[in-house]
């Protein structure tokens, strides 16, 4: 027999700040958390501007002195959003059966600035010059593996790498796990720290990022029509989920129940998305058939609305066919518009401001919508949130190489 699975702790790093209080408050609010790039000389790129999380950051009440010296900037980020989402939900750590307890971590890239930090001294001082932990800054899997041993957890650990449904695909395989009983809780989410030279040269060769340079603020407006591309931006989001019964053995506040995930490739290209949308619109017919949910019973979608041109045509085409006449609805969100594009960590960020909404009974706005596509004609919330009263909502999460995720929640 499956068992129910919940949501009792919630944290998030953003360029909004640190804080699902404070990132509620701005989403609400409407505003946007983009500016220019200040973590490196972007003087020569074609896209200088990002959303950095910048300094309200302070790692230094969940993570040492020490210890955070020795951490990768998108591990620093993932400690944190961790800590944050361990204090919500009021779980005593060490736990008494500590292989009851997991961890599962998303990021697309991992530990980037410190390969480009390790390279610029090789090349510059000769091989005897590698940072002796440049490893373990590197590697995705040491994310949820500092998590295990912060927190005396020897269940399920893994990293999940899956370009920008990393985060979603994490909090999925962590549902699968405490739905099969093979924990009773874990942490979940997901971590980036891409705003670095390679990377921002790199997108920005494939003509994927923003050159609203002049305007960062408006700079992400998903299904306008004047949009020009995503805004690269940094991160984490951190859940924690528990079995229904173990929350309410202990007296735990539940946030919401997660019903469904649903998983799909596109196999079409390895950048750009399917335009039928047949594999976007599989994933989500999935996770409503994994919860036993009809499509016009869903309320509210934090679309994975990128920004660019290909993806929010996508999206909209693949909504349309799976909840046709209720698709106009729906209220549907892009927080990216706000954020930016937080890569491997979006699904999980975009996951918290998900299961907000449905608390609060708000939605969030998609910012700078100021000319809509015609091509993408339904209710993205524009501009303004709007308040709604919800039961089910489901998070998005497309990305390079045709990966597909979706999660469903239900308000409780």
């Given amino acids: 027999m499956q068992r129910k699975v ?140 500092m998590l295990s041993i912060k927190y005396g957890l020897k269940g399920p650990n893994y990293g999940v790498v899956n370009a920008c449904t990393s ?37 920005s060769k494939i003509r994927a990022l923003s050159t609203r340079n002049d305007d960062p603020e408006r700079a992400s407006r998903p299904f306008d029509r004047n949009r020009d591309g995503f805004v690269i931006s940094e991160g984490a989001g951190m859940l924690i989920l528990e079995s229904e019964e173990h929350a309410a053995e202990r007296g735990a506040l539940i946030h919401c129940e997660i019903l469904g995930y649903g998983a799909t490739d596109d196999a079409f290209h390895i950048v750009m998305p399917d335009e039928t949308g047949s594999g976007a619109y599989e994933a989500m017919r999935l996770a409503l058939e994994d919860a ?17 041109d290909l993806n929010d045509k996508m999206e909209t085409i693949a909504i349309k066919k799976l909840f046709g006449e209720h698709a106009y609805r729906l209220a549907i969100s892009s927080t990216k518009s706000m954020t930016g594009h937080l890569i491997g960590a979006a699904g999980a960020v975009e996951a918290v401001y998900t299961i907000m909404a449905l608390k609060k009974g708000m939605v969030p706005p998609t910012i700078n919508l100021e000319e809509p596509d015609p091509d993408c004609d339904l209710d993205y919330t524009p501009n303004t949130p709007v308040s709604r009263e919800m039961e089910y909502a489901l998070s998005n999460s497309f990305a390079f190489g045709g990966q597909n995720g979706c999660l469903l929640f239900r308000r409780v």
């Avoid at 209080?21 to 609010?29: K, P």
């Avoid at 036993?292 to 660019?308: C, F, L, R």
């Fill in 292 to 308: 036993g949910v009809k499509p016009e019973q869903v309320d509210h979608v934090n679309a994975h609305g990128t920004s660019t």
């Fill in 167 to 203: 985060g979603t695909s994490a909090i999925g395989e962590a549902f699968r796990i405490i739905r099969e009983s093979r924990a009773d809780f874990m942490i979940a989410g997901g971590a980036e720290a891409v705003v670095t030279e390679l990377s921002v040269a790199a997108f």
């Fill in 6 to 145: 919940v949501v009792t702790g919630m944290g998030v790093v953003t360029c909004l700040g640190s804080g699902v209080a404070t990132n509620w408050e701005a989403l609400m609010a409407g505003r946007s958390g983009i500016g220019p790039i200040t973590l490196f000389d972007a003087a020569k790129y074609k896209s200088r501007i990002a959303g950095e999380v910048r300094g309200n950051f302070d790692p230094h009440g969940y993570v040492q002195p020490k210890e955070f010296r020795r951490m990768d900037r998108f591990q620093q980020f993932a400690m944190v959003a961790a800590g944050e989402a361990v204090d919500d939900s009021k779980l005593e750590l060490p736990p008494t059966n500590p292989f009851r307890g997991g961890v599962v971590v998303g990021s697309g890239m991992g530990g980037l600035s410190s390969i480009e930090e390790g390279m610029h001294l090789l090349l510059s001082k000769g091989p005897n010059s590698a940072p002796p932990l440049l490893i373990t800054k590197v590697v995705i899997n040491l994310s949820p593996g």
